[in-house]
């Protein structure tokens, strides 16, 4: 109602004006090409899932659905890139887990994380994996947490960046273990991957999408998975809750998001597009063969799970001590 009752404003308040902007919108839109902002560097796990998407949009809707890169500041340049763009369905972003995280983490953000975006839709889930580089010496879960008890702060682990999930699961993790580990922030899983792969750092909680070739290759060595249950991708691989610390569950979450006040016709439409791209036959083929797993949520769905995913976040981040430094 909210978008309908904008819409009627925009066109100068008269009650006839209204459905012609509503067949507009609907029947015109998208006339030029689409950006799509990805918040981090290239090679990381939201250009794994965008890139079919992004493919099947471009052959469905008639324009050119491009990725364009915005990494730093936590996900908040991109974000607010967003925030800030004219609400008419040319620009989206794919916004994860850190988004609801930063609502807390960040002590002054440029956005609002409701208020100044469109929800369209919960794209997937995907599990993180705890890496270590093959020639590290921890084989197991436990030998990780052996050596993190033992030598408190020794250990570092790469991020995706402040406020990533890469970055609150350790730092969750570590807190509920009683000890610490030293965080390296990068702009993306990409550059975190090339640093444990150097052995600049010891170990990362990445998103499963972005490790798996590394772990498929033998240069990663697979610990555990961060969901309750075992991923299908990895079914060898324990779970945290199974080997060192029981009840542990975190994923990462994909939505997609367009700026606060895009018609509600643009939003359903990208809604339908979205959810058709990632179910068309080879795109999901190879989203579900990186480890995804498909959502597609309607619009207040999304919303309503972002407004609890930033409730969750506060009570990790506050009892975890986490900062975005």
Known sequence: MNNRRRLIVAAGGGAVAAPWMHARAQGAYPTKPIRFVMPYAPGGSSEILARPIA?????????????????????????????????????????????????????????????????????????????????????????????MRANPGKLNYASAGPGNTSHLSVEYFTSLIGTK????????????????????????????????????????????????????????????????????????????????????????????EFIKAMNAPDAKARIEAAGYDIVGSTPAELDAFIRAEIVRWAKVVRDSGATAE
């Open 55 to 147: 493919a099947e949009l471009t052959k469905n809707l008639g324009q050119n659905v491009f990725i364009d890169f915005k990494p730093g500041g936590g996900t908040t340049i991109g974000a607010d890139l967003i925030a800030k763009s004219p609400p008419d369905g040319y620009s989206i972003v794919m916004m994860l887990t850190a988004h609801a995280v930063n609502a807390t983490l960040m002590k002054k953000l440029p956005y609002d994380t409701v208020r100044d975006f469109a929800p369209i839709t919960l794209a997937a889930t995907l599990p993180l994996v705890v890496v270590v580089n093959a020639a590290s010496p921890y084989r197991t879960m436990a030998d990780l947490v052996a050596a």
């Open 181 to 272: 580990a030293t965080h390296v922030p990068y702009k993306g899983s990409g550059p975190a991957i090339t640093a444990l792969l150097a052995r600049d750092v010891d170990l990362i909680f990445d998103s499963l999408s972005s490790s798996l070739p590394q772990i498929q290759g033998g240069k990663f060595r697979a610990l555990a998975v961060t969901t309750l249950k075992r991923s299908r991708i990895l079914p060898d691989v324990p779970t945290i809750h199974e080997t060192v610390l029981r009840d542990f569950d975190v994923s990462v979450w994909y939505s997609i998001l367009a700026a606060a006040g895009t018609p509600a016709p643009i939003v359903q439409k990208l809604n339908a």
